[in-house]
């Protein structure tokens, strides 16, 4: 199975400065989707990102950008100029490309503040 | 507005009773997936229906069950309802299986209250 980890629970960045969020996952497949999950305070689960593990190239999409290390098994996520609407617990998730296995298996999750 | 539709938005309960939630899923999606979320907890995956067919189990307790009808919306059935099983009870949708790259669309989400 499958595992997510995220190893800090909490972190704090000075708005408009850059904050770089933490996650290893466990897999034995080769093939498989990383994303990145934003739980603002109204709880809704918000995509910021996603990862195929066949790319070499890093996904961005405006001021997110991952770091993906697939032989160490390690995908941050990069938040640049961070905003206060940024604040939010952040999830990493992995899904496998397996057939029968499609659900995301999310990561304990960071809480980030945004300090004006 | 995800597409993905949750109704109760709150529910409050009493120990011992018997709950449903409903979800419709995006336009077009094939796939139903129910998460818990407990206080300040990671999601935990529960249950996941494909064109009204169970496709995959998770940590989902016997006192839960679900289905997904012709028409694609599903109902997870909590029962014989705990202190513990207050939660944030999440559906998503996607398009289809066989593809990771489908994105989970998730709804807003049940806040599940037992008293």
């Known amino acids: 199975a499958q595992t997510v980890t995220q190893s800090q629970p909490e972190m704090s960045v000075q708005e408009a400065e850059t904050v770089t969020l933490s996650c290893t996952y466990d897999t034995s497949e080769s093939d498989y989707y990383l994303f990145w999950y934003k739980q603002p305070p109204s709880r809704q689960m918000i995509l910021v990102i996603r990862?195929?593990?066949?790319?070499?190239q890093n996904a961005t999409e405006n001021r997110f950008s991952v770091n993906f290390q697939k032989a160490a098994k390690s995908f941050s996520l990069k938040i640049s100029d961070s905003q206060l609407g940024d604040a939010a617990m952040y999830f990493c998730a992995y899904r496998s490309t397996n057939f029968g296995n499609e659900k995301l298996t999310f990561g304990t999750g960071t809480r980030l503040t945004i300090i004006p | 507005d995800s597409g993905v539709t949750q109704t109760p938005k709150h529910l409050i309960t009493a120990t011992g009773q018997r709950v449903t939630l409903r979800c419709s899923p995006r336009?077009?999606?094939?796939?139903v997936y129910w998460y818990q979320q407990s206080l300040d907890q990671g999601l935990q995956f529960l249950i996941q229906y494909y064109n009204g067919e169970e496709r995959a189990k998770g940590n989902i307790l016997e006192r839960f069950s679900a289905q997904q009808f012709p028409d694609l919306h599903s109902e997870l059935n909590l029962s014989s309802l705990e202190l513990g099983d207050s939660a944030l009870y999440f559906c998503?949708?996607?398009?289809?299986?066989?593809?990771?790259?489908?994105?989970?669309?998730f709804g807003a989400g049940s806040r599940l209250t037992v008293l």
């Open positions: 336009s077009g999606d094939l796939s």
């Open positions: 990862q195929e593990a066949y790319k070499q």
């Open positions: 998503a949708s996607s398009p289809n299986v066989g593809s990771g790259a489908n994105v989970l669309t």
